[in-house]
């Protein structure tokens, strides 16, 4: 009954209160809850305009795969390339060990030197691997090791034995400042030739061979370049007249990688007194080169091995001929450009370098014949 009066009572003062005065409170309130806001808006503006003005290097966002500093400028190919290395970093330990494998890149940028010559080299290079016996050359039979499912195979000893007789060959010549021209013309073979060419200072060719480019030199080359070197290889300016009546230059020595389809260029070479070397195969003739190399010169890996180890025994009689000229020896017969008979003396001490390295660098093939058959 108490608590009833007491709220008749209240209620009646509140009725008497206009409605008025309850807006006016109400919007008060809200405009002070509003200024604060937009104060505490205000204040915050500034001081992002403070940090922004007086920060001069941004921390860097942390790339949570790699956990290094993410740059925004960096594309997506150098990203994926961070992240694979991180993981060859951390994955390195992981796993055994690749043992060592065949690298075919390895024979153009690496090739192995003419002491490096083994037997397991050939073999891995499939050198020992003929033709079918029905299409055999008989004057080949001393090179056959025998026959396995209707293949001759080559014997390794011959091939290891004529390929070290030919790199002394190419490295004397290299010595005496001979013109090398290596010839390779097969689908394949034009890096093992130009880089066999540029480690004996040489002259390549792997694109089809011009008939008569020896026989009738003199209209097919004589309108190439020619230019006067000193034991250094330096140019010698001045001799532009001199040059003009000299005859287009000769190879002293061919290397043939493919004598099958090159035999015009042996033939050429036969009139002209230039010695020749060549991969012969059980179905090629080896009496067209003048020193052979029995292999398979259908394997583009064999072919790689033997240019690669002719191009660096190049290479050895190029830096023994440049270590001469440091002491001021000189290894080869220079030409004078002021001789009427210069062709027929150049012709003469073309045979002479000839017999030279063959009776220097000849090894009786005979006798390592006789003992291979007597092993």
């Not at 025998?146 to 004397?172: E, N, Y």
């Not at 230039?274 to 072919?303: E, F």
């Not at 290894?331 to 000839?354: Q, R």
Request: hydrophobic share 35%; charged share 25%; glycine share 6%.
């Amino acid at each position: 009954m108490i608590i009833r009066r007491s709220l008749l009572k209240q209620g009646w003062l509140l009725h008497r209160i206009s409605p008025r005065s309850w807006s006016r409170s109400l919007a008060t309130e809200v405009d002070t809850i509003e200024a604060s806001v937009e104060n505490s808006l205000k204040e915050t503006h500034s001081i992002e305009s403070l940090i922004q003005d007086h920060t001069s290097n941004p921390v860097p966002r942390i790339d949570h795969r790699t956990h290094r500093t993410f740059d925004p400028k960096i594309n997506e190919t150098v990203r994926k390339h961070l992240v694979i290395k991180h993981q060859h970093e951390v994955e390195r330990n992981f796993g055994g060990e690749v043992a060592p494998h065949y690298q075919p890149h390895q024979l153009i940028t690496n090739p192995p030197s003419p002491s490096q010559i083994t037997l397991e080299l050939l073999l891995a290079s499939q050198s020992h691997l003929g033709h079918s016996t029905s299409l055999w050359n008989p004057m080949n039979s001393r090179y056959i090791f025998g026959i396995r499912q209707g293949i001759h195979i080559i014997s390794l000893d011959v091939t290891a034995s004529h390929l070290r007789r030919a790199c002394r060959i190419v490295s004397g010549v290299a010595e005496r400042a001979g013109l090398i021209l290596f010839v390779g013309n097969r689908p394949g073979q034009d890096r093992c030739v130009v880089n066999a060419a540029r480690l004996a200072g040489g002259c390549h060719l792997f694109e089809r061979w011009i008939p008569g480019s020896i026989t009738n030199g003199n209209q097919i080359l004589g309108g190439c370049q020619k230019k006067v070197v000193d034991e250094h290889d330096n140019e010698i300016a001045g001799h532009d007249d001199d040059l003009i009546d000299q005859p287009a230059l000769k190879p002293d020595l061919v290397v043939c990688l493919n004598p099958l389809e090159n035999w015009v260029m042996l033939h050429e070479c036969g009139l002209n007194n230039i010695p020749t070397i060549g991969i012969i195969d059980t179905d090629a003739d080896p009496s067209w080169v003048t020193y052979p190399i029995p292999a398979n010169d259908d394997s583009l890996r064999c072919v790689q091995v033997i240019a690669g180890v002719l191009g660096k025994a190049g290479e050895e009689g190029q830096l023994r001929r440049m270590e001469k000229a440091k002491k001021g020896e000189i290894s080869y017969t220079p030409v004078d450009l002021g001789e009427d008979d210069e062709e027929d003396d150049a012709e003469d001490d073309h045979e002479e370098l000839i017999d030279e390295i063959a009776t220097e660098a000849g090894v009786l093939i005979e006798e390592e014949d006789a003992r291979n058959s007597v092993a």
